[in-house]
């Protein structure tokens, strides 16, 4: 059914001086999703890469400086324009084709032997008032020869890009000219550039990499938006994902026919309530991590400097940034919940985070968290490291990190060697148990055996 005979049939009425359509009743035809036009890639790398000089004078916001070709990965950015439907948030379609000009960025293998199948396709983070590359995670990624785009499909975040750099990004926009400043539009603009790489018309944004499975993952801000597109649009929408990673934030509540995994920091469990695991719905606590942790905040710092001048600066009531690496059990999920979909394994459960009788959240001797999924840095513990914090702007999502004085290091490892094996056993149970990859938990030991931990 084309877009305009769905216009001619459906039922509206007029509010706010926009056109909203009712949700359709059960059984109706899904609304088709487009396949939007693609250019580029776009010219223009960061300034003195001596690889691949400047072309005209810009570059993509948040141009990765990690050494993609040494991975055997590249980078590339992409125009992507189309007709989008808007709705609000309770699955009103309120705008109907509406021009919209957006930007997404690829990390991919260069060579397909490389590419593992599966394409992380994230809805750029906006919080801190621009896209923020929340879920790359190189290391992992690479490592595991993932796919990785990010996709801008919000208000905050063009506005910011065109802001930049006017040469680069000045003709993007997801407002319909200002129309939808409200986000109506992100809904199928994220669908739209996630049909482009499934079904490329035209330029390829993936270039010669063949779709296996195509997973939506965001985090915080962005989860909640992908909540209302799974509860509120995706019933009468087209299905382009075919699974959803919704991390650090809200989960959906609805029962869909595409399985949901839901990690969660210790930050982000603020009560025992929690919906129950099913066929379709997994939920990891992971103790001791933060909602935005040290892993993510040192690789963007470089980043930021170069782009925005300088990174942003926190002055927290607690030492910030929990070390505790989430990151390496959101990458188990991720093949988890493709093999969910693919073969039907269903992922292991793990135990919730667990709380005292008095509503707060239960502390071991150390001041840890008890319960979750528990990595080595919480069961073979050298610091203190919590999800909890306080403080100016964002300091509560950051949590804490404070280092064991030598006292109590060597009173809990009398001898290196002690250390080390504590830190392989627990990993190998984690790696069993499905929580951990094999190849973070080598990394977990040569970090261990290279500390002076139990050396005194």
């Not at 059990?329 to 969910?340: F, K, M, N, S």
């Not at 069961?379 to 109590?408: M, Q, Y």
Request: include cysteine; hydrophobic fraction near 35%.
């Amino acid at each position: 059914m084309s877009r305009l005979t769905r216009t001619l049939s459906a039922v509206v009425v007029v509010a706010a001086g926009l056109v909203a359509v009712p949700v359709p009743a059960a059984g109706a035809d899904p609304v088709p999703v487009d396949v939007p036009a693609v250019q580029g890639p776009v010219p223009g790398t960061v300034p003195g890469d001596p690889k691949a000089p400047e072309v005209d004078g810009t570059y993509p916001w948040m141009a990765t400086d990690v050494d993609l070709a040494k991975a055997g990965y590249v980078e590339q950015e992409f125009y992507v324009s189309g007709k989008a439907d808007g709705y609000s948030t309770a699955g009103a379609r309120v705008g109907e084709d509406v021009p919209y000009r957006t930007r997404i960025i690829v990390r991919r293998p260069a060579n397909p032997a490389r590419f593992n199948g599966t394409v992380l396709a994230e809805w750029q983070n906006v919080t801190a008032g621009y896209d923020l590359d929340a879920l790359w995670s190189p290391e992992q990624i690479m490592r595991e020869g993932y796919a990785w785009v990010g996709i801008s499909a919000q208000r905050v975040g063009v506005n910011h890009l065109r802001t930049w750099s006017p040469a680069r990004y000045g003709e993007l926009d997801v407002t319909g000219g200002g129309q939808f400043n409200a986000d109506e539009l992100s809904y199928d603009i994220y669908a739209q550039a996630a049909k482009a790489l499934r079904s490329p018309s035209g330029v390829r944004p993936l270039g010669p990499l063949k779709v296996r499975t195509l997973l939506a993952i965001g985090a915080s801000q962005s989860a909640g938006r992908m909540t209302v597109y799974y509860d509120q649009v995706l019933p009468q929408t087209e299905a382009v994902f075919d699974g959803f990673a919704n991390l650090v934030g809200t989960a959906p509540s609805r029962k869909g026919s595409e399985p949901v995994f839901h990690v969660l920091s210790e930050t982000d469990v603020r009560t025992p309530a929690r919906r129950a695991d099913d066929d379709r719905y997994r939920r990891w606590d992971v103790a001791g991590t933060a909602h935005s942790g040290w892993n993510g905040q040192q690789y963007r710092k470089s980043i930021l400097d170069r782009d925005l001048g300088a990174a942003p600066t926190y002055d927290c009531d607690q030492p910030p940034f929990s070390r505790v690496p989430l990151h390496h059990v959101i990458t188990a999920a991720y093949g988890h919940l493709t093999r969910w979909i693919h073969r039907g394994v269903q992922p292991p459960t793990a135990p919730p985070l667990e709380f005292n009788a008095d509503g707060t959240k239960a502390r071991d001797e150390h001041g840890l968290a008890r319960g979750g999924i528990r990595l080595s840095q919480v069961e073979v513990p050298t610091a203190l490291n919590t999800g909890d914090n306080s403080g100016e702007t964002f300091c509560r999502l950051f949590g804490t990190h404070v280092p064991f004085d030598e006292v109590k290091l060597d009173a809990l490892y009398p001898s290196h060697g002690r250390y080390v094996k504590a830190v392989a056993e627990s990993d190998a149970r984690n790696v069993r148990s499905g929580y951990l990859l094999p190849g973070d938990a080598r990394q977990n030991l040569l970090d261990a055996a290279r500390s002076d931990i139990g050396k005194n």
